[in-house]
Nanobody
Framework: QVQLVESGGGLVQAGGPLRLSCAAS????????MGWYRQAPGKQRELVAR???????IYADFVKGRFTISRDNTKNTVYLQMNSLKPEDTAVYYC?????????WGQGTQVTVSS
């Protein structure tokens, strides 16, 4: 079983930063590749970034140069540093494995960027 708890969301002005955290627990072998996803109102959930256990990273084009994903394997924690936030980044942000474990979705954390 995998449990994922996201935190760190909030309200921020456009151009500001925010750092999200995801604490993972459960079967450790599932955490080889972890991802951050987001879902905006009325839109499908989309992958934002992913990171391997060895810290190789891949980003969606819409966050390249602004967001940084990182992880602490000793703590089974994944981070998403978000800089230069835009109103279109407003969404609920989730972490999950990559590929996802369908029944592992957490509550997510709301990020709201005001213009």
């Amino acid at each position: 079983q995998v449990q994922l708890v996201e935190s760190g969301g909030g309200l921020v002005q456009a151009g500001g930063p925010l750092r999200l955290s995801c604490a993972a627990s459960g079967r450790d072998y599932r955490f080889n590749v972890m991802g951050w996803y987001r879902q905006a109102p009325g839109k499908q959930r989309e992958l934002v970034a992913r990171i391997s256990r060895g810290s190789m990273t891949i980003y969606a084009d819409f966050v390249k140069g602004r967001f940084t994903i990182s992880r602490d394997n000793t703590k089974n924690t994944v981070y998403l540093q978000m800089n230069s936030l835009k109103p279109e980044d407003t969404a609920v942000y989730y972490c999950n494995t990559y590929p996802v474990v369908v029944d592992a979705w957490g509550q997510g954390t709301q990020v709201t960027v005001s213009s």
